[in-house]
C-alpha cells in the first residue's frame, strides 16, 4: 500500500488576543515534516498574511498536530507537507 501522510489531529490553533481585539482575520503557510510515528517535526512558517500577528500559534498548533505516516509499499517513511492555516473571527 502507497498512500500520503493522513492527519489524526488536526491543527487546533488558539486566537491571538491582539487580533482578536482588532477584527484582525489572516493566513500563514506552514511546512513541515510528518516523521514515521506520525509526529510533526521542523515546524516552519513559510508566509503569512499580516506579517508575523499568526506565526507563533500556527507553529504551535502545528506541532501539537498528528497525523499517520506515509506509507510507501506498506512501510512508513518521513514525508514534508504544506499547510495553510485559515484564522477568521466568525461573524
Known amino acids: ?12 490553533p488558539t486566537y491571538p488576543p491582539a487580533a482578536a481585539r482588532n477584527r484582525q482575520d489572516g493566513w500563514v503557510e506552514v511546512e513541515f515534516t510528518v516523521a514515521v510515528d506520525g509526529s510533526v517535526q521542523n515546524a516552519k512558517v513559510l ?3 499580516p506579517p508575523r500577528v499568526f506565526d507563533r500559534e500556527a507553529l ?9 505516516a506515509r506509507l510507501d509499499r506498506g512501510q512508513p517513511v518521513a514525508s514534508t507537507l ?10
Request: glycine share 0%; no cysteine; charged share 35%.
Open 1 to 12: 500500500e502507497t498512500r500520503d501522510a493522513r492527519v489524526v489531529v488536526p491543527p487546533r
Open 47 to 49: 508566509s503569512s498574511n
Open 82 to 91: 504544506r499547510r495553510r492555516i485559515e484564522f477568521k473571527l466568525s461573524n
Open 60 to 68: 504551535v498548533a502545528t506541532q501539537q498536530a498528528k497525523f499517520e
